[in-house]
């Protein structure tokens, strides 16, 4: 009867036991049978069989057995845990409801196979079981009790909806596009420095650049022609095989005028532009000490003194540099055919660009032809005496010199337009040329090497013929070559990779080409309509003057100007004539009566 009474307890605290006596099993049985048919005011009292339970408790010895069970109560409660149906899940969000018939998810298995081993005999184990079950309360706070009767609000832990469509909305941008720094760059305010002897034009470089290796996202420098030309050279130096955006071309008289002054300024601009958005040039250590450097004549001398002494070192970069002498036969025939290609259109650009210097000496031509002609009208209408012909041709004299400065101003930007493209391009094909030269001059030490190496070998051959024991030397000539091998591998991959790099340029050199002549004749094209428009709005404002001069206020169209003329010369002749024929017959009237 104890035992019984021990393996009813509400702990579960019963020692394992592989099978239960079949009389102690059918009195849990019973007692689990009468417990359920009492009322719900008896429940607390637990009779008899709870007393002995507590008693043989107490009583019994602290046995590694009876602590056995007492540590599997956690496993137990966290089967009930598991077990719980929860309408909105575990994050907060609603579930489907299979019907109400739904079973309740199935405890994780080993949870399963701990309840099982603390079950005895599933009599005796399921009142136990479901009087905690009913005894859980999974809420700990009672203000979120009835929120488990219906709907509740998402937990504070889920993340909140707005910063989601915050990072779909962000464009997707490439690891290319990401790293590749944006640069602005202008080049203005030109303006006269120094004395009679060594004055210059120094120009304000202003650039706004993305790029993390400069200090300042936004800074201006003031640089002078020759400073250009030294970033062009440091470029051509540092990158072999690129197409260096070249600086315009110097200039001994004139270059102090407006003109060339604003038309200089606009090339140097586009050659910075054009360096700073090449993938290779951009991150050019010359270029960023050009844009950057406040003390730039001073940073230039101490990177000239550190070059010195790199100059030994640079191995076969510097050989390559140095020049050297031979006859270049070109055996690739894209590059062949490259060459000829750029030899002729360096031909007809310059001819272009001859054409369009002639127009534009054209267009000056008719400025100070009409300069001329409008002081030649201001003259005589100062000496006519009669003001009704005086004021117009003081008026057509004004208007003489509104169209020598529209004649000026188009020749500008004739110059602006496409001159500035030709010119560039006839100098980007020096630069091309430059680039080619340097192949040779890769193609050469190539070659060289191979010759060094040729001759190390021979060497070597002799030594190993003669057989004597000179081992020193042997091995002084077997380092010798390899050393030359080592020399014709890097001269031949540099040949290569300058080859392959010159192709990508030229590539690129055609599709820049087509984009700037398209926006040069696009320009060009518009400057000049508007410079028409503008032409025959100074005509027509003119004829206006006048016919506001006369006392007219409408002014017909010219069709209607033209057949209301031809029907008054029409009625005109038309009365002369009759008035004509009606003399001529008074005439021989008057004759007859004088016969007669």
């Known amino acids: 009867m104890d035992l019984g009474d021990e393996e009813s307890s509400p702990w579960g605290d019963v ?37 002995t339970a507590a008693a043989a408790a107490a009583t019994a010895p602290r046995s590694p057995a009876g602590r056995g069970p007492r540590r599997r109560q956690h496993g137990v409660q966290s089967t009930k845990l ?38 005895p005999a599933p009599g005796a184990s399921t009142p136990s079981l479901g009087g905690m079950m009913d005894s859980v309360n999974l809420d700990d706070n009672d203000d979120e009790q009835p929120r488990a009767q219906g709907p509740r609000i998402p937990p504070p832990v889920q993340a909140p909806s707005s910063p989601a469509p915050q990072r779909q909305t962000q464009p997707s941008v490439s690891v290319e ?6 640069f602005i760059i202008s080049v203005g305010d ?136 031979g006859k270049f036969v070109e055996h690739d025939d894209w590059f062949h055919d490259r060459r000829i290609y750029l030899d002729a259109l360096e031909t007809q650009l310059k001819a272009l660009l001859k054409a369009t210097d002639a127009v534009v000496t054209q267009r000056k031509g008719l400025a100070e032809a009409c300069g001329d002609f409008s002081a030649s009208l201001h003259s005589l209408s100062a000496v006519e005496l009669s003001p009704a012909l005086s004021g117009p041709l003081d008026s057509l004299s004004d208007i003489q010199i509104r169209i020598r400065e529209l004649y000026e101003r188009q020749a500008q930007q004739d110059v602006l337009t496409m001159g500035i493209v030709i010119d560039e391009y006839i100098r980007l094909i020096g630069s091309v ?55 014709v591998h890097q001269a031949r991959l540099l040949f290569d990779d300058m080859g392959r790099l010159m192709r990508s340029e030229l590539e690129r050199f055609e599709k820049e080409k087509v984009e700037d002549f398209k926006s040069g004749v696009e320009t060009f094209l518009e400057s000049a309509v508007e410079a028409q428009k503008e032409l025959i709005e100074i005509w027509e404002t003119f004829l206006m003057q006048l016919d506001t001069d006369e006392g007219e206020t409408f002014l017909p169209p010219a069709g209607v100007v033209a057949s209301s003329n031809a029907d008054q010369m029409t009625s005109s002749q038309g009365s002369s004539a009759s008035q004509d024929l009606e003399r001529s017959g008074a005439n021989n009237e008057a004759m007859a009566e004088a016969r007669g």
């Open 15 to 51: 020692p394992s036991r592989s099978s239960p006596a079949p009389s102690t099993a059918k009195a849990d049985q019973n007692d689990a049978l009468n417990a359920d048919s009492r009322p719900p005011s008896s429940t607390p009292a637990a009779g008899p069989t709870s007393t």
């Open 82 to 119: 598991e077990a719980v149906d929860d309408p909105l899940g575990p994050l907060g969000a609603p579930t489907p409801s299979a019907g109400p018939e739904a079973a309740p998810p199935a405890p994780p298995q080993k949870e399963a196979a701990a309840s099982h081993m603390t079950q």
């Open 177 to 182: 596009q990401a790293a590749k720094p944006t």
């Open 190 to 325: 030109p303006h006269k420095v120094g004395d009679l002897t060594s004055s210059h034009t120094e120009y304000s470089v202003t650039t706004k650049t993305t790029s993390k290796g400069y200090r300042n996202p936004e800074f201006t420098v003031s640089r002078r022609y020759r400073d250009f030309l030294w970033l062009y050279t440091q470029l051509h130096n540092n990158n072999p095989g690129v197409i260096i955006p070249p600086p315009p071309e110097k200039q001994a008289v004139g270059r102090f005028d407006a003109d060339f002054v604003e038309s200089r300024r606009a090339a140097l601009e586009r050659m910075l532009s054009k360096a700073a958005t090449h993938p290779v040039l951009q991150h050019d250590g010359d270029l960023k000490l050009f844009l950057e450097s406040d003390a730039f004549n001073v940073d230039i001398k101490n990177k000239e003194r550190k070059d010195v002494g790199l100059s030994e070192s640079k191995g076969m970069f510097g050989s390559m540099l140095s020049g050297s002498s």
């Open 433 to 487: 040329k430059t680039a080619f030269q340097q192949r040779q001059k890769a193609y050469h030490a190539w070659h060289s090497a191979e010759q060094e190496l040729q001759k190390r070998k021979t060497n070597q051959d002799k030594l190993l013929r003669q057989g004597r024991s000179q081992q020193d030397r042997l091995n002084q000539l077997s380092a010798d070559v390899a050393d030359a091998e080592r020399k």
